[in-house]
T-cell receptor, first 114, second 114 residues
Framework: DTGVSQDPRHKITKRGQNVTFRCDPISEHNRLYWYRQTLGQGPEFLTYFQNEAQLEKSRLLSDRFSAERPKGSFSTLEIQRTEQGDSAMYLC????????????FGPGTRLLVL | DQQVKQNSPSLSVQEGRISILNCDYTNSMFDYFLWYKKYPAEGPTFLISISSIKDKNEDGRFTVFLNKSAKHLSLHIVPSQPGDSAVYFCAASAYSGANSKLTFGKGITLSVRP
């Protein structure tokens, strides 16, 4: 069990640029979640996949955000035309639905938009 | 609309004593509750969970109590150790098995004094 990994760990970008983050879940896990955490807040749900199907998107996920999990393994989260308000920690988690509700988180990607 | 509330932003306890971290929720559909520990610049680490069919779950030094009628849960850490100093998040999910997205509180910063 190698845990959930995320890449990159840190990203600094200029406003208006596009960024893409990658998440590799625990290998046998069929659910994958994206959350966003800002300073002083708990993580907030963005979207989740069961295998390759994206089953729910939060209203926090504006049209500039898109997530994919093309083969039911790793996932990418892309933010287009970044804004300063997008600066946050982006967290990925995975779970095996047959084993219950526990989600295991990766180390996160810290995004700073200048 | 904060559905999971951690009203005390911080707690300081002496090493060896008990730490009690509280959490309240408002959504009666929540049926699974988790506690996560988070160090700066890292993702949340799962600690312990409890299903709504139980009122207590214990794992080593960590015990979670659930009072469904009061919509309240608490995490007890006994004995507290300096390495327990971190931010602790309470999280909840609804519709067990169907959609397990987590709703988090804002977190409590625990400081354990040597």
């Amino acid at each position: 069990d190698t845990g959930v990994s995320q890449d990159p760990r840190h990203k600094i970008t200029k406003r208006g640029q596009n960024v893409t983050f990658r998440c590799d879940p625990i290998s046998e896990h069929n659910r994958l979640y994206w959350y966003r955490q800002t300073l002083g807040q708990g993580p907030e749900f963005l979207t989740y996949f069961q295998n390759e199907a994206q089953l729910e998107k939060s209203r926090l996920l504006s049209d500039r955000f898109s997530a994919e999990r093309p083969k039911g393994s790793f996932s990418t989260l892309e933010i287009q035309r970044t804004e300063q308000g997008d600066s946050a920690m982006y967290l990925c988690a995975s779970s095996l639905v047959e084993r219950g509700e526990t989600q295991y988180f990766g180390p996160g990607t810290r995004l700073l938009v200048l | 609309d904060q559905q999971v509330k951690q009203n005390s932003p911080s707690l300081s306890v002496q090493e060896g004593r008990i730490s009690i971290l509280n959490c309240d929720y408002t959504n009666s559909m929540f049926d699974y509750f988790l506690w996560y520990k988070k160090y700066p610049a890292e993702g949340p680490t799962f600690l312990i969970s409890i299903s709504s069919i139980k009122d207590k779950n214990e794992d080593g030094r960590f015990t979670v109590f659930l009072n469904k009628s009061a919509k309240h849960l608490s995490l007890h850490i006994v004995p507290s150790q300096p390495g327990d100093s971190a931010v602790y998040f309470c999280a909840a999910s609804a519709y067990s098995g169907a959609n397990s997205k987590l709703t988090f509180g804002k977190g409590i910063t625990l400081s354990v004094r040597p």
